[in-house]
């Protein structure tokens, strides 16, 4: 094969390769103007007083760790809430954070709506969910209030598994 051949081959082999990487790439990101660092770094300084009325303005982080949470292992992903996304080509997944917590022996998480990832950070932030329980337990409690978060932890670590007698 002549140096004509071979470079018509390598260029038909990088424009199949760039068409599967564009076919692979994910659509939630591909519009994506925000870097998951930023998405978290956004929570973090959110004030829980814009997250639930009842709650003293304070960060989140800060509120998390020092609050009455007292929560001794916390950590921040970027997440699409949980949810399955859609066939429907018009569908825009939902931009959360995830914040994963525990304490003693209780954990759980935080779901918190912060946008789309079409649009990134957008529109006024909403907890989602919060989930807090203990291994082997099957009635775990749930909110959709942060000020919740305590008393959800210390019902979750009260909570015993069912004994096997």
């Known amino acids: 094969m002549g140096n004509r051949g071979r ?13 599967a990487a564009l076919l692979v790439a994910s659509p939630a990101t591909a519009n994506a103007h925000y870097t998951k660092q930023q998405v978290v ?8 007083a814009k997250l639930d009325p009842t709650l003293t ?18 950590t921040w992903e970027m997440s699409d809430c949980d949810l399955k996304g859609s066939d429907d080509p018009t569908y ?7 914040i994963r917590l525990g304490r003693d022996h209780a954990g759980g998480w935080i779901l918190i709506r912060v946008g789309t990832f079409r649009d990134g950070i957008k529109g006024t932030p909403t907890v989602d969910l919060v989930f807090l329980g203990s291994e082997n337990v099957d009635n775990n409690p749930m909110s959709n209030k942060l000020s919740d978060v305590p008393r959800l932890l210390d019902e979750a670590s009260s909570l015993k598994a069912p004994s096997n007698d």
């Open 7 to 19: 470079i018509a081959k390598t260029a038909l082999l990088l424009m199949l390769l760039s068409s």
């Open 92 to 98: 825009v997944g939902p931009l959360c954070v995830k």
């Open 41 to 48: 770094s956004y929570a973090k300084a959110l004030d829980v």
């Open 57 to 74: 303005s304070q960060r989140l982080d800060q509120w998390l760790q020092s609050g009455p949470a007292h929560l001794y292992k916390i």
